[in-house]
């Protein structure tokens, strides 16, 4: 039945690996994926890292390693806060790992900024000490509250007096008014010139660690 021996234990082999890979199928990876958002409370650089991967049915996920495109990694399955260094675009991955071992990887660039910013166009006038300006949102998350922080200065930089507010509920793209005031103070008339800043700013972060 087989013409030449060798030939015929060749074919045999190649038909035996074509069935076999046929049956296997390829190998389900566990889906890697995650969210960046922007967390203003500590530092105005610092992003909160919360999972959103989809592990195949039956194989838990076991690991979950981070690099940040800075040279720094972390490991774990909740929801972690980084803080990068300065200002730039950033491409952070995530490897989960399940139960057989295998990973499946999430690759993002970010772009790291400050959600919130004061428009330089804001305007000191005089009796009373009064600061008006506007407060923006750059980033793709609500901002639930930004604090803006006004320090009164005389002509030497020393400061006067010192006012803050809270903008609640800033939606990406938005700008919203605000206005602070030094009020009656004896240090008033040596006013001179004044600093405007984002204080902090709170995003409408999710906290919960998906899929793991």
């Known amino acids: ?9 060749l074919c045999l082999g190649l038909a035996m690996i074509a069935v076999t890979a046929g049956c296997l199928g390829p190998m389900e990876r566990p889906r890697a994926d995650f969210t960046a958002c922007p967390d ?9 890292f919360v999972s959103t991967s989809r592990e195949v049915p039956g194989y838990r996920v076991v690991r979950a390693a981070w690099e940040f495109g800075d040279g720094s990694q972390a490991e774990g399955t909740g929801p972690l806060t980084h803080r990068f260094a300065e200002p730039g675009t950033y491409a952070v991955a995530l490897s989960v790992t399940d139960q057989r071992g295998v ?3 999430a690759t993002r660039r970010l772009v790291v900024e400050p959600a919130a910013f004061v428009d330089p166009t804001w305007r000191l006038t005089l009796d009373p000490p009064t600061v008006a300006g506007v407060v923006g949102n750059r980033s793709s998350w609500t901002l639930a509250e930004v604090v803006v922080r006004v320090r009164f200065l005389d002509p030497d930089g020393v400061r006067l007096g010192e006012r803050r507010c809270a903008i609640r509920g800033v939606e990406p ?3 919203a008014r605000f206005v602070l005031e030094l009020g009656a103070s004896e240090f008033a008339p040596r006013v001179f010139f004044a600093r405007v800043d984002v204080e902090s700013f709170r995003a409408e972060c999710p906290r919960a660690w998906a899929g793991l």
């Open 40 to 48: 203003g409370s500590a530092g105005k650089l610092d992003f909160t």
């Open 103 to 105: 990973t499946g990887t």
């Open 1 to 9: 039945m087989i013409a030449r021996r060798a030939g015929g234990a």
């Open 173 to 175: 793209g938005e700008r």
